[in-house]
């Protein structure tokens, strides 16, 4: 459910964003049924052991945070910090790794684990050498991300907590543990000042 469920979800109130949220845990077991018949089928050919299996996102969502009913086009930390989940051989049972990730990281590692050697020209860090326990560090402290507003100036209210014309931004997550920074922050093209001023915002989490 991305924009029209939004749009369908009957207002802000909180029975609304209740009735959402539990739709969205429903069609989540039409995807449980989907797992539980690939790990029935891998064992079946002895493969499950030989296997990873990843589960990604490439945002989080707000259902009622700061006043969002249901959206996903805000730079908030619970809409950039999205857990990643994989297991596979040689990957610790219960392990948790605090490194900055982004999808584009999934190629290069699955290349990775699979024997080969990602390709220098590639977007993304493997992750392969931490989740096999062989480096002690993160391969990147920092990941960019990017967002541009789906408005434009004749049809999005010049205010809203939605999405605007202005809600167009680049921001940096950055995490460094020696120099203790654990930081969110973005960038606002403010598009309607023909200065073309902008807007920063940092949030130390």
Same mark, same amino acid.
């Given at each position: 459910?991305?924009? $029209?469920? $939004? %749009? ?10 209740? $009735? +959402? ?22 064992? +079946?050919?002895? +493969? ?35 857990? $990643? ?81 202005? #809600? ?7 995490? #460094? %543990? ?8 973005? +960038? ?18």
């Amino acid at each position: 459910m991305g924009a $029209a469920g $939004a %749009a369908g979800g009957g207002g802000c109130s909180v029975a609304s964003i209740d $009735a +959402e949220y539990s739709k969205r845990l429903r069609s989540l077991l039409s995807v449980d049924d989907i797992v539980l018949a690939l790990e029935k089928t891998l064992k +079946e050919a002895g +493969e499950f052991e030989n296997t990873y299996m990843l589960f990604f996102s490439d945002h989080g969502y707000s259902q009622g945070q700061f006043r969002l009913c249901s959206h996903k086009m805000q730079v908030y930390d619970h809409g950039a910090r999205v857990p $990643a989940l994989i297991r596979g051989p040689g990957i610790a049972p219960g392990m948790q790794l605090s490194a900055i990730t982004a999808m584009a990281d999934v190629a290069p590692t699955l290349i990775e684990l699979a024997g080969g050697t990602a390709p220098l020209a590639m977007d993304g860090r493997s992750l392969a050498p931490l989740l096999l326990g062989k480096a002690a560090s993160q391969a990147r402290d920092f990941t960019l991300i990017e967002y541009e507003s789906i408005q434009d100036a004749s049809s999005a209210p010049a205010l809203s907590a939605v999405d605007t014309v202005n #809600n167009t931004f680049r921001s940096i997550r950055w995490i #460094n %543990a020696s120099l203790d920074k654990n930081l969110l922050y973005a +960038e606002f093209a403010d598009v309607l000042d023909p200065r073309g001023m902008q807007h920063y915002c940092m949030h130390v989490l």
